[in-house]
């Protein structure tokens, strides 16, 4: 389910595969009508795909929101906030290591999107949750 709350904030419950695509959908068309380029809003889509999926797979539902983000200095962004009350994640520094899964994937998601980012946080506590925020600045 998924809903839109402004026009420059998308708000998604993720908990199907459909909140997967609708999510890395919206968030592209924003990062396009912000003004990002193709190859960068592109990017930004892999982002919330990857972060909505590892929340439907290893927290079985949670939030991802999309919203336009100024830096200190004024320069804009766009920014990912991805976040479930699930297991956490235990051993953090290995889950941020290439190829590193528990679940049989290609362990790319969170160490591929630290890097299609320019300021990607993780935190994470073991029978608590997990919240991710990234963001890409506007070029
Ligand atoms: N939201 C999450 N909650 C719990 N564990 C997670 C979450 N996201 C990622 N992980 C853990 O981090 C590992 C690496 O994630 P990722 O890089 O996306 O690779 P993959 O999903 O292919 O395994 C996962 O295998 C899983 O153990
Ligand atoms: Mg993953």
């Known amino acids: 389910m998924a809903a839109q709350?402004?026009?420059?904030?998308?708000?998604?419950t993720i908990d199907n595969v459909a909140d997967v695509s609708n999510s890395r959908r919206a968030g592209m068309q924003l990062a396009l009508d912000m003004g990002f380029q193709h190859a960068d809003a592109t990017k930004v889509a892999v982002v919330i795909s990857e972060l909505a999926r590892n929340i439907l797979i290893y927290a079985k539902t949670g939030t991802v929101i999309v919203m336009e983000h100024?830096?200190?200095?004024?320069?804009?962004g766009i920014k990912v906030i991805a976040d479930d009350n699930g297991p956490g994640i235990?051993?953090?520094?290995?889950a941020l290591t290439d190829g590193w899964t528990t679940s049989g994937g290609l362990g790319l998601g969170l160490s591929g999107s630290k890097r299609l980012m320019d300021e990607f946080f993780i935190h994470s506590e073991v029978g608590r949750g997990t919240n991710v925020t990234a963001v890409k600045w506007l070029k």
């Open 5 to 12: 709350t402004r026009k420059d904030q998308l708000h998604f």
């Open 90 to 94: 235990a051993q953090l520094d290995k």
């Open 70 to 76: 100024r830096g200190l200095d004024g320069k804009r």
